[in-house]
């Protein structure tokens, strides 16, 4: 309770008067950072990290009665229709020899590191609410986003940047939800930054008019007049806050873009990260960025990557979306590692459902595509202290429902708490006089991905 | 028929000689037989290895045992306790399961089991424990939580309800979705359950979403379950049973389970449960005692209902919400949800509740249930009428104290000593404060008094010419003059709307994940405008908006004003359409409710307000004035349509393909429409001259006149859309004033009317008072939107009501009243600070001083527009997409309102996102803002475009540019001091045009950027 007094307290991010304050973690945490790689539109986790050899030999015929019978009465479960076989054939990697599509020869590399879960449901099968409760909890996007919630718990070591920080690429399918980056009904302050593609922090592109110095210069004087009218209009805490944001806005500004700037990384890097290439360098830069801004102490960063809402023409939708996405990741996930920063930086990666094991109407060959499937559906998680190279959770032979140690996304909320050290019940926020968590929908921390079990 | 059903089951078992050793066979044929058992018997001793794919007795191979710690076969005495030892871990741990020999997904499942908890001799105080049996799909591991829909049924330390903190049986679909019981754990008793799951919609893929449990049953108690949880989102399928404990049974703890049975039926499960007893048919159901003589309430029933249920169930708010000292409300008369039927005393929620089993039912919670005779009595007393004594408990008037429901009368304008006050406001604000030994602020410098009226009056500050017009003009009717033409000016309608539109939670488009536009929404926004800008009486405001389509003769004008209805948002994705469309009727209640009563009405969609005179019957009365009426494009008959290609430019471009396609799948062309707004359309109550367009969404709510016609408005218990109860006819709320017989001409115009009555407490009060929060930021109540007996009081309460009275006595003139207030001292006082004041009043509630501000979203951009001498001072029209905005430059109330895409300013600076209605706007202070204003183009090109003004005025004479700076950015000259200091900014060591020129806009953007600018002088 003592922690519930003193969240209450302003301290993060966006508050002027202690902008850089951190609170105390419930128990030693395992990781520091967040970067929630979310997939939207729902990757097909029978193409990507869930190998279903049954299936390819069951290409084109109906679903078996037995299989039917498994799968829970959600609209569009696709139980109507043809199965379809991956068209992509699946290799085993690393020490573990976990099966990983051909799609992703390079992240596959890393799988030693990668905790697959195959076993996710949920019954969302819509877009937005499903987004919603991938990233809040809820799929009404009425509560916190989880990086809220955390930026919330812990503050942020971040000094001259935002403590949560959203950037979006490849925004073709459904919409982003402001719910998965928006504070619900936690102060404003807590809410994600959407960092722009090209401006990074909003607004923090100085115009061409300016030079540092001219800037420096500027903010003296609008600081003279304003103590000057402030001496005028004694006890105005208001007037005083909005004088103390001009420095912080300043510092972040003159910080933000030598952090987003990724010359200064070695060409070798940026190349590793596939920046010299069209396919992947949006998402490349992205990752590479988040690279850096866990660097500077970030807390939470999401980084939204459109497209994967493949209903017809699966195989080049998803050769394109794996292409843009795979060799970034793989790059993030070696280049942390090489700096050490994995151990305590958790990797997400996911979308909202993954996609029927059966082809969607009555298309043909390489125009059948994949409906929305909550019943079953692959995340991972890497770094941060959880134990790779394993497998957690299993589907049935064609990949409709889980079979094994089936998993909502609240249990993955609680797993991402509980490695940054925050007792899922006891982060609480008072809101109508109620007693608010962050899990308040259930999820039970997923102990046998951690490290220390 | 039980029996026919099962024999060939029990003929099947025989034959494969299945039969637990322990059940003698004249038992067997007596009794069904249990469709999966285990007795644990020493034969099934768990040490035996079963293959996996064995099939025994129902179950597929043997049971699986945890690693960690498994449950061990061991016998003890006493010789009737379970034979099968489980020892808790201090975390989670599956010691026995065993999977099903088939899958389970029929529409009702019975489990039983037997058990004996002994927890930690040891253990000094209340010791937490969890214990439970799982259903599942899939076996899980030895430390698997079997969480996320599964059910479970076992023992919890409940950490809410009456059993808090103490060890309770429970059922729970995942920790989320728990029933407590009320039945606590007894150490070292033997215990034998049975329960239901069971699928409330009945299908083999649909959720296991109800389960009931019968702790130790008895044959009587079939009916009666100890505990029940429904409409949940279960698992759909059965394929493994185990026992999980939790982190809360320690090592010493130990549980014995028993007697396993999974069966088809009730009295399987309870026969398997209790093999050695006589067969429980035979037992006597009938109730033991029968009332035949007259009841009288007086004597027989009122001691009783007082002694037992008076304490939660009568007086005014009660606990539950519901109250028995009232005869109608027995009859279900406000929640919609009978108690009682007269005449009736089958399937009676009264009777049923005091017999009830179930701990989360029964009645009086907690203690003793009535006695078989107390409960006779009540029986006969329904059956023989539901006798009444009006004299002893009659019925309740429904009032209130609450000032705020009280009729408005006109105070007394107060006499202070010695002060003459020519604005009545400062009357009533003197005598506060001398009350509180305060003084007011002198009247602030002329300057300021422009400034600050321009800029919260209209929005925009005044240029140099009209501050230097009102400085010459040295008459004593200068300032009463300078308000009226303010007030005249069409920008204050602009100012005055866009309050309105927060209230209303205006937008341009459906909301929620598709956020569809709706293209002609902005003819509300302008019908706002010029209603503002004509003085409109607000009653007739208000008439129009909730009526406007029912009005005779049918005016565009009052079609449009039902935009007001229509800004409700609607999803796309909702396919049970009776639940779209009251997710719809519900924000129209609330907001409705909200922006015109100040009243929270949302906490009696589901059961009477718990603190304020409001029930749910009141809710779903006033929910029956729109229940007939459905939102949509209706046709306008007398306007003009804009071109197709005109459409396009209101919206992003994204936003308006994406409403393009949408209208392509519904096989709809808007382009074909005739002139039509987003607007409220009853086709039974509303003209027939109109016509209802269909509307684009991606799933939109069905249109259909005969549909509407037949809509009845049912309370709907506990606010559930499929539990319609008592019908309701539509009425405000019961405590605002009788509701006549007849609503005449049509329920809404009626309600229009009884708004705009003199009578009514409310809708002035608040209306004042939102205007005065308007002007100083904060109203005489501070609580704009809720004036219940849970809002604050007001801080002057003859003031507010004196306001109001002018109001209704000047002919609901909202700018009378604005014109009272703009005149006042208390408005036009400066905001010097004084120490013995701040003393006495901190947070200056009655005004000895004016309360600073910041402006609103939209005068900061406004502002600098004006600035300029840029802003296009056009009034009304479709909406600016944002692409069109540097071209345009509009007023921010222009900017195209997609909800999901509002104007950056508006964003930045606290802008309300259109979801709910917004009484009064939060100012933040975040360092993107300064961010915003620093560096966005927008604010640079002002900036600049402002230097090239000045720059080419004033020369390279930086005394004069300065001058011009303040004179017309801050509309002031500079100190002295100032002058100095901007010199030094402006001295860029650089002789060259181009710097001198850049340095200047560095300049003037600084003062852009100064508190000054950005607050309310």
């Not at chain 1, 390489?366 to 497998?391: C, E, F, K, N």
């Not at chain 2, 003698?24 to 018997?41: G, I």
């Not at chain 2, 604005?818 to 009043?841: G, K, P, V």
């Amino acid at each position: 309770m003592a922690l519930n007094l003193l969240l209450q307290q302003d301290h993060a991010w966006g508050s002027p008067s202690s902008s850089s304050a951190t609170l105390k973690p419930h128990f030693p945490p395992t990781a520091k950072s967040v970067i929630f790689l979310f997939m939207s539109g729902g990757p097909g986790h029978v193409d990507t990290w869930d190998p279903k050899p049954q299936l390819s030999k069951m290409d084109g015929e109906p679903v078996p009665d037995s299989i039917v019978a498994n799968v829970p009465n959600i609209p569009r479960s696709g139980v109507n229709s043809k199965l379809m076989a991956s068209p992509f054939g699946f290799q085993k990697y690393g020490q573990s020899g976990i099966e990983v599509s051909e799609l992703l020869p390079h992240t596959a590399q890393h799988v030693d590191d990668i905790c697959v879960f195959r076993s996710l449901n949920h019954r969302i099968p819509v877009h937005g609410p499903g987004e919603c409760l991938t990233l809040t909890g809820s799929g009404l996007g009425d509560r916190p986003s989880m990086g809220s919630w955390v930026t919330y718990g812990l503050g942020s070591p971040a000094q001259n940047l935002p403590g949560f920080v959203m950037l979006s690429s490849q925004e073709t399918g459904p919409a982003a939800q402001r719910p998965g980056w928006a504070s619900g009904f936690l102060p404003a302050r807590y809410q994600g930054t959407v960092l722009d593609n090209q401006q990074g922090i909003p607004y923090s592109e100085m115009p061409p008019l300016y030079s540092e110095r001219d800037r420096r210069k500027q903010l003296d004087f609008i600081n003279w007049m304003n103590e000057r009218h402030l001496e005028e209009q004694t006890q105005n805490s208001e007037l005083l806050a909005r004088i103390e944001s001009y420095e912080l806005g300043f510092r972040m500004q003159m910080e933000a873009p030598e952090v987003l700037d990724l010359s200064t990384e070695s060409a070798h890097l940026q190349k590793a990260y596939g920046i010299h290439e069209k396919a992947t360098a949006a998402f490349g830069r992205q990752c590479l960025l988040a690279r850096r801004l866990v660097e500077q102490g970030v807390r939470f960063i999401q980084l939204r990557n459109g497209g994967w809402d493949a209903h017809g023409a699966l195989k080049s939708n998803h050769i394109s979306r794996c292409k843009a996405t795979d060799q970034p990741v793989a790059a993030l996930l070696a280049d942390l590692k090489q700096r050490g920063l994995l151990d305590e930086t958790l990797v997400v990666w996911g979308g909202e459902f993954g996609r029927t094991p059966t082809t969607e109407g009555s298309r043909k060959g390489d125009s059948r595509g994949r409906d929305h499937s909550p019943a079953g559906y692959t995340m991972w998680l890497a770094g941060g202290g959880i134990q790779g190279g394993q497998v957690i959770g299993a589907t049935d032979e064609l990949g409709f429902v889980p079979v094994e140690r089936p998993l909502s996304p609240h249990d993955l909320h609680a797993t991402i708490l509980h490695t940054l050290g925050i007792d899922q019940h006891q982060l609480i926020y008072l809101h109508n006089n109620r007693q608010e968590i962050p899990t308040v929908l259930g999820g039970e921390v997923i102990h046998e991905a951690l490290k220390s079990g | 028929m039980k029996l026919l059903n099962s024999l060939p089951r029990i003929l099947l078992s025989c034959l494969l000689g299945l039969v637990g050793p322990t059940l003698p066979l004249a038992e067997l044929l007596a009794a069904p037989f249990p469709v999966v058992s285990d007795r644990f018997a020493p034969s099934t001793e768990l040490a035996v290895e079963i293959l996996a794919t064995e099939l025994v007795d129902g179950w597929r191979g043997g049971w699986k045992l945890s690693n960690f710690s498994p449950a061990a076969y061991d016998p003890a005495e006493p010789a009737d306790w379970p034979p099968v030892v489980i020892r808790g871990t201090g975390q989670r741990n599956n010691p026995l399961r065993r999977q099903l020999s088939r899958v389970y997904s029929e529409d009702e499942l019975f489990v039983g089991f037997r058990f004996v908890y002994q927890p930690n001799p040891l253990a000094t105080k209340q010791d937490p424990e969890f214990f439970v049996l799982w259903l599942d799909r899939t076996e899980g591991s030895d430390h698997a939580v079997h969480n996320f829909g599964v059910p479970n049924i076992g023992i919890h330390q409940a950490d809410r309800g009456v059993s808090k903190g103490r060890n309770v049986f429970m059922l729970r679909f995942g920790s989320g979705q728990t029933a407590w019981s009320q039945h606590e754990l007894e150490p070292g008793k033997t215990y034998r359950l049975i329960a239901r799951l069971s699928k409330e919609t009945p299908g083999e893929r649909n959720d296991y979403s109800q389960m009931e449990l019968w702790i130790n049953p008895e044959p009587e108690s079939r009916e009666q379950p100890n505990l029940k949880i429904n409409r949940q989102a279960g698992v759909h399928q059965i394929h493994w049973i185990g026992f999980a404990t939790g982190a809360k049974t320690e090592a010493e703890d130990r549980i014995r389970v028993g007697d396993l049975v999974l069966s088809s039926s009730w009295e399987e499960a309870y026969q398997f449960l209790y093999a050695t007893r006589p067969n429980a048919n035979d037992k006597q159901q009938k109730p033991k005692f029968a009332w035949t003589e007259t009841v009288s309430f007086k004597r027989d029933i009122y001691p009783l209902l007082q002694e037992n249920c008076f304490e939660c169930h009568a007086g005014d708010f009660p606990d539950s919400g519901y109250r028995l000292d009232v005869r109608s409300e027995l009859l279900g008369h406000s929640t919609g949800h009978a108690l009682a039927v007269p005449g009736d005393s089958r399937n009676n929620p009264l009777l049923h509740v005091l017999t009830s089993n179930s701990d989360t039912e029964r009645m009086p919670p907690d203690r003793e249930s009535l006695s078989e005779q107390q409960i006779a009595l009540i029986r006969a007393w329904i059956d023989q009428g539901l006798d009444w004594d009006d004299k002893l408990l009659p019925e309740p008037r429904v009032e209130s104290q609450h000032w705020a429901f009280q009729r408005v009368e006109r105070p007394e304008v107060p006499q202070t000593d010695g002060i003459a006050h020519q604005n009545p406001i400062d009357a009533f604000v003197a005598a506060r404060q001398q009350e509180l030994g305060l003084t007011s602020s002198e009247t602030a410098d002329r300057r300021t008094q422009i400034r600050r009226l321009y800029l919260s009056a209209i929005g925009l500050p005044p240029t140099e010419s009209e501050t230097e017009q009102f400085l010459k003009d040295q008459s004593p009717e200068a300032y009463a003059r300078l308000v009226d033409n303010v007030l005249a000016s069409p920008h204050a309608g602009e100012r005055t709307a866009r309050m309105w539109l927060d209230l209303v939670r205006w937008g341009e488009s459906e909301g929620h994940q598709h956020d569809i536009p709706r293209p002609f929404a902005w003819r509300y926004r302008d019908y706002v405008i010029n209603s503002f800008n004509s003085d409109k009486p607000y009653d007739q405001f208000l008439h129009e908006q909730l009526a406007g389509d029912e009005l005779q003769p049918t005016t565009d004008e009052a079609v449009i004003a039902t935009g007001f209805l229509a800004a409700a948002r609607i999803s796309g994705n909702q396919m049970d359409k009776g639940l779209q469309r009251s997710d719809v009727l519900f924000d129209i209640v609330d907001n409705t409710a909200s922006a015109l009563l100040g009243l929270t009405m949302e906490c009696a969609q589901c059961h009477n307000h718990k603190f304020e005179p409001i029930t749910q019957r009141d809710y779903y009365r006033f929910y029956a004035f729109f229940s007939r009426g459905q939102m949509g494009n209706i046709r306008l008959l007398n306007t003009e349509n804009p071109a197709a290609q005109e459409i396009q430019e209101w919206f992003t471009k994204g936003s308006y393909k994406f409403y393009l396609s949408e209208a392509r799948k519904l096989k709809i062309d808007p382009a074909e429409y005739p002139a039509h707004t987003w607007g409220y359309y009853s086709p039974v109550t509303g003209s027939q001259d109109l016509e209802y367009l269909p509307v684009v969404n991606r799933s939109p709510l069905p249109y259909s006149p005969e549909f509407l016609k037949r809509v009845e408005t049912h309370i709907l218990i506990r606010g559930d859309v499929r539990s319609p109860g008592l019908r309701v006819e539509p009425g405000w709320p019961a405590v605002l004033g009788t509701i006549p017989s007849e609503l005449v001409p049509t329920p809404r115009q009626a309600l229009a009317e009884w708004l705009g009555s003199r009578d009514n407490p409310l809708v002035a009060r608040i209306w004042v008072n939102r205007l005065w929060q308007m002007y100083f930021g904060h109203g005489i109540v501070a609580t704009s939107s809720d004036f219940g007996t849970h809002g604050s009081p007001p801080s002057n309460p003859e003031l507010l009501d004196w306001l109001a009275v002018e109001l209704m006595e000047n002919s609901w003139s909202t700018r009378h009243v604005q014109r009272l207030i703009l005149t006042s001292n208390a408005y036009r006082q400066s905001a010097t600070f004084n120490a013995e004041n701040y003393a006495l009043d901190p947070e200056n509630i009655h005004l000895w001083r004016w309360p600073q501000h910041r402006l609103q979203a939209e005068a900061i951009r406004d502002s600098l527009l004006v600035v300029t001498g840029e802003l296009n001072r056009k009034v009304g029209g479709p909406s600016v997409a944002p692409h069109h905005d540097e071209q345009e430059l509009r007023r921010t109330i222009y900017l195209s309102q997609r909800r999901s895409e509002l104007p950056d300013v508006m964003r930045m600076f606290d802008g309300p996102e259109a979801l709910r209605s917004c009484s009064r706007r939060e100012t933040s202070t975040v360092a993107l803002q300064p961010l915003y204003l620093l560096n966005n183009p927008f604010v640079v090109k002002r900036a600049t475009l402002l230097a090239d003004q000045i720059g080419d005025k004033a020369g390279s004479d930086h005394r004069r540019q300065i001058q011009l700076a303040f004179s017309r950015v801050l509309g002031r000259a500079p100190t002295p001091s100032e002058v100095k200091r901007s010199l030094a900014m402006l001295d860029s060591h650089a002789a060259d045009a181009e710097s001198e020129r850049r340095t200047l806009t560095q300049f003037l953007h600084s003062l852009m950027n100064l508190n000054e600018f950005v607050y309310l002088p």
